[in-house]
Each structure stands twice: as structure tokens, then as C-alpha cells.
């Protein structure tokens, strides 16, 4: 009450107030920033997979970004399509950017071996490697003499890129050169199945037509020099890349654009950048339809604060309301960055959320001034405010203090997006609370004054005639009486009142059946919507390369690899020997072996080699022609040189892929299996790191990790909650009940997000998250407000509590609908998600909160709150 004296006394002065803090708290944005990593977005800070990645990222330096295309057909193996392949090579080669880049100066470059030393290995015939045989000093002659050349894998390699060549091909030639090239050799291809899908062979195993072709470019990275928050993007999606090769990569995605509407649906490809650049643009282009649902949140709120004439119309005083909003989000967001908390893309959802949550403290504060005694609303403004925030002010106080709890709990996660959302979101709905009983409080004061002075609500410049007075029916509390009636008609009768339970346990039923099904499980491809060039990409490569799977490396640090050679090849033979996971596992143990011991004697497997003879082997092994394409296998602390032993070993990779698992149930356990496989290596020389990674446990690790964190997290904002409202509510046995509608709402909100197609991810344990705030809302403004009808049975004072405040929490249930309505015209799977939790938890949190907490307390309901008397004071 002394706020609502204070207020209602100085509107001008606490408006004036509230305005400073908006401008102080403002400063703080001078400190913002936007998290654009997506290891520190996405992927729990503390797994071994982020630890893994920097020290990945800081050791191999640099890396390279795949660009691709395929072009299918019933045959592809024919001189159309390959002379149409060698057209776009060359046009990807050769095409300038803006800025004069060409793919020269942005690839990943490798040696290019002479021709005329290809030549004479060809012929030679002996099991040794042609190289040993040579003067050292001719052969490094020939490697120095060697020109670097784009990293790429093409079939076009067949035939050295030559295009007059290939334009001379028949169908016979590029048959048969498919099914007789030597791979072994430095500068062919590694691997023709890798670029050939729907492959069919004749009697004798030969290829002899495929129905797929892919060609593939590749670009470096260099990641010491990358700042994600330049290349990022808002939606931290975007992979590690410099500024030039996503120039680049944007030339290369307009050609293929215009490529591909030469193709009927047979040209397909993809960029580095596409899936950053495609969920970036899927997240933030429906901002406009977003923005849609502020005008209809504008107007709606007009519709329930104002009465129907020109008097007690609350154009201005609406708007403010949704001022307060705003006013909320700058503070909240200022102070937040102020003390360094990073803005992520999920906060691009606040302010539609904060919209639900503040028009509701709206509602309820209007509501209770409609509530006011007789008696009450002949007071001075000033103590009638006081009056009508005794009521409200609790009760919004509560459910604000819930809210803000809920939000710190899920601050405790262990995924950062999240953490940073939440602690937004809790700094918000405090502020959101502040404004709302002092800034609209105060407005409201002006906004009665003006009534008393009989000014337009619409046009408050213009006076209305003394005699002015509002029509009967705007008088009329619609909304009121229809909760009145209703309830004490049909809700709150005999057969009312079993049919609301019979139907609260049936919902819960199917729904706990559903819940126990709630799979956990996310998939990027749900970041891409259908018809976008990845996306159909990906489908054709799924469809044409069924057993093309997941790349990954069993990556060695700096040991001493003249000990550690056995242990390699039996971490190597457990890679290969796991068939239900790994395939294609490319290793340079075993080839080094044979280039050791058929060229200089010894078994590398049986015999320790001294250091220095290791590494004058290893820099014969890596600059010789049938080995040299393992030199991308090894990174050294300096350049590696023809003639001289190999630098000391930084890292070292053995690359493999995993089959393609769809789910994590075959996902998790694979990982876990070849990560055993660097545990159990027992590397007891060097630094002995040992890692296997892939891009792809970013995902596998969170999948792991979710499903736990979100019970784990609702569990815990559950307890706060009702403990909060324990102390707050003071009553047990309201309390209870607000508990059980609550725990209702959950369940149901799990089981039939399962219905719908949802699963436990990111997104959704965001949403879940949310989800304990707002149904929580519902059924405390009911338990309340019932605690404080005084007179008649359980079942009047239920009927006298919908009344009062039902209409107010079903406006702010319906707010909230708005707020988040215009996201499921979004294609964005993070609005999308949202939107079907957010619907769930109004349908149901209303249901429960208003209709069968009423049924309950009607039958079940504790006494009201008593009344402390005055006890007369004498002077013994």
C-alpha cells in the first residue's frame, strides 16, 4: 500500500524516475556482445568435446571447408555429363569475386607431382619405391621443382583437368579409365567410389554406369586467424572460416545458382557457409511476421483495458502498457551486458515472451481496480491506487518471483545458450515487475485524472461536454458475468465438475503414456527448411550415397612415435576390426611399414628404430609419389623438406568414418566405442594426448547430455516454485493444489509435444524451461485471489474468484498466445518448437489453472485468509 500511496501521489515524479533508470541502465549496451561461437553456444562448456576442439584447432592450424556438387542421372558416366562437370571445374576455378579473389587464392593447397616423373615411375617395375632408387638430390630436385595445386576430388583428375581431352571422350574411354587408374600414386584420385553413387558393375566387377557424380573443392582455414565474431553469424551456426573464403564461398553459391536452373531437378550442391548462412536467414527472415504480432498485441490489449466510449477508451495507457515492455527489455538486456553475459540467437525470442508475461501484470492491475469496494472507490486516487496494488501487487509479486526463480533454475544448466537466456529472462521479468507497479501504475494515475477531466481517450486534447456520459452497456462487465455465469451454471456443478476431472485425468493418462515415449533426439537437417539448395542437397546424397557416413580421426599429439608405432597399429586394428561402427579406415602405419621394411629391412613392428633413422624414413615415406598423400596426415613445428628428416611430430591422424546412424541410441554408444579405443591406447611416452573427434559430437554430446538436464532442471524449478509460493501464498493446501496443477500442465505439455512431432533437444529444453514460468502464472492469481474471498461456501467463493480475476488471467493466457502466434508462421525450427510448447502450455496451464483449480477448490479449498483486527490501546 505506502508504493501505491507513493505513486498515486507523484506520477510524475516516479514516471520521471523510471525513465533515468531506463537511460542508465541503457549504458550498459556500450558492453554488449553477441556469441557467434558455436562451441560456446550449443555444446556444454566442460565436455571433453570442447576441451578436444581447442586443442584440436590451436595444434593443427590450419584445416579446410568442403564445397560441393553432384549431378545425377539415369547414367552419369557419359561425355555430356563429364564435359559438363569440366565446364563448371572451370568456371569455379577461374571466377573473380568482388574483390578479384579466384579459387587459387583461398584453397587448400597440395604438391603437384612433375608429369614426366609419373611417367618414369609408371615404368619402373620394381617393388621398391622409385624414389629410394634415385640420386636423392635429382629426386629432390623433382619435389622442389613440384608446383602446389587446389586440393580437390574429382574424376576430372582421370584426366588431368585437360578439357580438350575430355571433350573428346567416348563412353568406352571414361569406362575404361575408371576401372584401370592406379590410386597409389601422388596426384590421382584416393577414391572413385567416394564420387561415384548408385554405382552398377557388369559380371567381372567393373564399373559400368552410376547415377550420381560429386565433385568436390576445398578450402583452408586458418583457425588461429579466424574470428568467429566476424565470420560468425547471429544464429551461431556458422563454421570457422576467414573473410575471404566466405567471399569466395558467396561467388561460388550464386554460380551454382544459376547453374542449377539449367538442371531439372538433377543439380544439386552446397558451400561451407550453407548451413550457417541458410538457419541464419531461416531464424531471422520472418522477423517481419513477428513484428505482425506486436500490432495485433496492440490492439488487443485496447480491446480489454478500455470500455466502449469515448471516455473510458485507454488508447494512450495501452499503449504505455506495451512501453513497459520495451522499457523492461532495455533495462533488463543493459544490465546484462554490463556484467559481460553474451546475447544469443534464442534471446531473439524474449521480447514476444515478455510481452505474454508483462500485459498479463497489465491485466490482473486493471482487474483489481475493477474489484474495488464502493466504499473504496470514494477515496482520494492516491489511496484507491493503494487499495488496488494490496490485491494486485501480491499477487503479480508472486507470480513474478516464480517466474524469475523458474528462470534462475534454468540458469544452472549446462548449456551456455541457455544459461545466458535464462538469467536474460529472469533480469527482465524482475524489471517487467518493477515498471509494471510503477511506471503503468503511474500512467494509470494520469490516465484517470484525465477521465476526471473528461478528456477523449482516443484524442486526449479534446474535452467532452459536462453532460457526457458513457453509454450503459460499455458499463457492463461482459467478461465478468459470463465467468459468473458459466461457472456457477454448468463448471461448477455436480456434472460440471466430475466432467472437468474426468477429463483432467484422461488428458494426463494419454499423456504420461506419450511422455514415457518422448524421444530424445536433434538433427541440424531440422535447422534447414525443405527446398533450400542444402537441404536438397542432402536428401540427393542420402538417396544416391546410402553408406556415405560420418568423417572422423583418431588424432595423436607429440609422442614418441619410434616407441609408440605398435600401439598405434593396435589402436588402428580395433578401428578397423569394430565393423558395426567404422568403415573406410584410411591409416599410414601400415603402408610406412611396408615402405620401411621393403626398402631398408627392418619391421618397424618388431624392431624400435632409433629417432633419427624414424624420421629420415618418415621424410623419404611422406615425399615419395605413392605416399606423399599421406603428408596431410602429419603436422610438424616446421615445414616438412625433401631430403632432410621430418621435423618434430605435432599431431598425427588416422582417418575414418562412422557408419550413418540415425539416432542417438546407435550414435552415443558408437561414440563411447572408438573413444575407448584413445583411452585404452596406454600412450606412455610424449604428451600422450590421443583424442577421436569429429564435428559431429558437438550434437552427439549434447543428445547425451539433454534428456537428463531437462528432468534434472524441472525438477528442481519445480521445487523453487512452490516453495516460493509457499512462502509468498502462506497456505499449504493452496499451495498444494497450484503444485498439482502445475506438475499437470508438465506432463500433459511433454506427452502431447511427443504427439506432435517434438523431441527432447536444445530447443525444446529451452522451451520446457519457459514452460514452469507461464503455467505457473495461471493457477497462483486463482489460489490467490481465493484465499481472500471472505464470505460464503467454497463453492461461492469459487464462483466469486473466477469472476473477479478469471477473465484477467484467460486476457493474459491469450496475451501470451499473441506474443507467440506469429512463430508458427516461421519456417524456423527454433520458432516452430516454441510455438507448439508455448500453445501446449496455454491450453493447458489455462485449463488447469482456471478451470480445474476452481472445481478443486470449490470442493477441497482451505479456509480464507483471517483478518488481523485492530486491538484498542489504552493507557494501563
Avoid at 583457425?223 to 551456426?237: E, I, L, Q, R, Y
Avoid at 505482425?292 to 494512450?316: D, T
Avoid at 491485466?363 to 473504496?376: G, K, Q, R, S, Y
Avoid at 533450400?532 to 609422442?559: C, D, I, R, V, W
Amino acid at each position: 500500500m505506502p508504493l501505491g500511496f507513493y505513486v498515486g501521489s507523484h506520477p510524475i515524479k516516479t514516471i520521471s524516475i523510471c525513465w533515468a533508470i531506463v537511460f542508465l541502465a541503457a549504458l550498459g549496451f556500450l558492453r554488449f556482445q553477441q556469441e557467434k561461437n558455436p562451441l560456446k553456444l550449443w555444446v556444454p562448456p566442460h565436455t571433453s568435446f570442447v576441451r578436444d576442439s581447442e586443442w584440436l584447432m590451436k595444434t593443427l592450424e590450419k584445416g579446410f571447408r568442403e564445397e560441393a556438387i553432384m549431378i545425377t542421372a539415369e547414367d552419369v558416366l557419359t561425355p555430356k555429363v563429364i564435359q559438363e562437370l569440366s565446364e563448371l571445374d572451370f568456371r569455379v576455378r577461374y571466377t573473380k569475386t568482388p574483390s578479384n579473389l579466384t579459387l587459387e587464392n583461398v584453397c587448400f593447397e597440395l604438391p603437384k607431382i612433375d608429369r614426366k616423373l609419373l611417367d618414369f615411375m609408371e615404368d619402373n617395375s620394381t617393388k621398391k619405391d622409385p624414389s629410394i632408387q634415385m640420386d636423392p638430390a635429382l629426386y629432390c630436385s623433382f619435389v622442389e621443382a613440384m608446383k602446389k595445386e587446389c586440393y580437390t576430388r574429382s574424376i576430372l583428375e582421370l584426366w588431368n583437368f585437360n578439357r580438350k581431352k575430355i571433350r573428346s571422350l567416348t563412353k568406352n574411354d571414361i569406362v575404361n579409365q575408371l576401372n584401370n587408374y592406379d590410386s597409389n600414386y601422388f596426384g590421382k584420385l584416393k577414391d572413385i567410389n567416394g564420387l561415384l553413387g548408385g554405382i552398377t558393375r557388369n559380371e567381372t566387377g567393373h564399373i559400368i554406369s552410376a547415377t550420381a557424380i560429386q565433385n568436390f573443392w576445398y578450402l583452408t582455414i586458418n583457425f588461429s586467424a579466424v574470428d568467429m565474431d566476424k565470420s560468425g553469424n547471429m544464429a551461431g551456426t556458422a563454421d570457422w572460416a576467414s573473410e575471404e573464403a566466405l567471399e569466395w564461398e558467396k561467388t561460388f553459391l550464386k554460380i551454382m545458382e544459376n547453374v542449377s536452373l539449367l538442371y531439372n531437378n538433377s543439380f544439386f550442391y552446397e558451400s561451407g557457409r550453407s548451413f550457417g548462412d541458410i538457419s541464419n536467414a531461416t531464424m531471422f527472415q520472418d522477423m517481419d511476421k513477428l513484428c505482425l504480432g506486436v500490432i495485433i498485441m496492440v490492439l488487443y490489449v485496447q480491446l480489454v483495458i478500455s470500455k466502449y466510449n469515448w471516455l473510458e477508451a485507454r488508447f494512450v495507457l495501452g499503449s504505455v502498457g506495451l512501453l513497459t515492455i520495451g522499457m523492461a527489455f532495455i533495462v533488463g538486456a543493459g544490465l546484462c551486458s554490463l556484467f559481460g553475459l553474451r546475447y544469443g540467437p534464442v534471446h531473439t525470442s524474449l521480447p514476444f515472451l515478455l510481452m505474454g508475461l508483462g500485459v498479463d501484470d497489465m491485466f490482473v492491475i486493471m482487474a483489481c481496480w475493477e474489484e474495488l469496494t464502493e466504499e473504496d472507490k470514494k477515496l482520494p486516487i492516491h489511496e484507491k491506487v493503494g487499495m488496488m496494488l494490496k490485491h494486485a501487487g501480491v499477487s503479480i509479486s508472486i507470480t513474478s518471483l516464480t517466474d524469475v526463480i523458474a528462470f534462475l533454475i534454468g540458469a544452472s544448466t549446462i548449456l551456455p545458450c541457455l544459461e545466458s537466456f535464462c538469467i536474460y529472462a529472469a533480469v527482465c521479468v524482475f524489471t517487467i515487475f518493477l515498471f509494471a507497479i510503477t511506471f503503468f501504475v503511474a500512467c494509470f494515475v494520469l490516465d484517470e485524472h484525465r477521465i476526471a477531466k473528461k478528456r477523449n481517450g482516443v484524442l486526449p486534447w479534446i474535452v467532452l461536454p459536462d453532460d457526457y456520459k458513457p453509454n450503459e452497456c460499455s458499463q457492463r462487465n461482459i467478461s465478468n458475468n459470463i465467468f459468473r455465469v458459466l461457472y456457477s451454471k454448468v463448471v461448477l456443478t455436480t456434472p460440471g465438475k466430475i466432467i472437468v476431472i474426468l477429463i483432467s485425468i484422461t488428458c494426463a493418462a494419454f499423456a504420461t503414456h506419450s511422455a514415457l515415449k518422448l524421444e530424445q533426439k536433434f538433427d541440424p537437417k531440422w535447422f534447414l527448411p525443405p527446398g533450400t539448395h542444402l537441404a536438397e542437397y542432402l536428401k540427393s546424397k542420402y538417396q544416391h550415397y546410402p553408406e556415405s557416413g560420418f568423417n572422423a580421426g583418431l588424432y595423436m599429439g607429440a609422442l614418441n612415435y619410434t616407441e609408440e608405432i605398435p600401439k598405434i597399429r593396435n589402436a588402428v586394428d580395433r578401428l578397423k576390426n569394430m565393423t558395426d561402427v567404422t568403415a573406410e579406415v584410411v591409416s599410414w602405419v601400415d603402408p610406412f611399414r611396408d615402405f620401411v621394411h621393403i626398402n631398408f629391412g627392418p619391421d618397424i613392428y618388431t624392431e624400435t628404430l632409433d629417432e633419427d633413422r624414424f624420421r629420415i624414413f618418415l621424410s623419404k615415406f611422406l615425399n615419395s609419389p605413392r605416399h606423399a598423400k599421406y603428408q596431410g596426415n602429419f603436422v610438424f613445428n616446421k615445414e616438412l623438406e625433401c631430403g632432410v628428416p621430418v621435423p618434430k611430430i605435432k599431431l598425427s591422424v588416422i582417418d575414418f568414418n562412422f557408419h550413418r546412424f540415425e539416432n542417438p541410441r546407435d550414435q552415443i554408444p558408437a561414440m563411447h566405442k572408438v573413444r575407448n579405443v584413445a583411452e585404452r591406447a596406454n600412450f606412455t611416452t610424449g604428451d600422450r594426448e590421443v583424442i577421436v573427434w569429429t564435428k559431429y559430437f558437438a550434437n552427439w554430446v549434447t543428445d547425451e547430455l539433454i534428456d537428463t538436464e531437462v528432468i534434472r532442471n524441472l525438477q528442481l524449478a519445480l521445487l523453487c516454485v512452490m516453495l516460493c509460493t509457499i512462502i509468498l501464498i502462506a497456505d499449504w493446501q493452496t499451495c498444494f493444489w497450484i503444485f498439482v496443477c502445475v506438475l499437470i500442465t508438465m506432463v500433459d505439455v511433454m506427452g502431447y509435444m511427443q504427439r506432435w512431432g517434438l523431441t527432447i533437444d536444445v530447443v525444446s529444453c529451452i522451451g520446457l524451461e519457459l514452460a514452469i514460468g507461464l503455467c505457473v502464472d495461471y493457477a497462483t492469481h486463482v489460489g490467490h485471489t481465493f484465499l481472500h474471498i471472505k464470505e460464503g461456501t467454497r463453492r461461492d467463493r469459487a464462483i466469486r474468484t473466477v469472476s473477479s480475476i478469471g477473465s484477467a488471467v484467460l486476457y493474459g493466457g491469450l496475451s501470451t498466445f499473441i506474443g507467440v502466434s506469429m512463430m508458427s508462421l516461421s519456417n524456423a525450427y527454433t520458432f516452430q518448437s516454441f510455438f507448439k510448447i508455448f500453445f501446449l502450455v496455454i491450453i493447458f496451464g489455462l485449463f488447469h489453472g482456471v478451470v480445474l483449480l476452481p472445481v478443486i477448490l470449490s470442493l477441497v479449498g482451505p479456509k480464507p485468509y483471517k483478518l488481523h483486527e485492530a486491538v484498542p490501546q489504552t493507557d494501563s
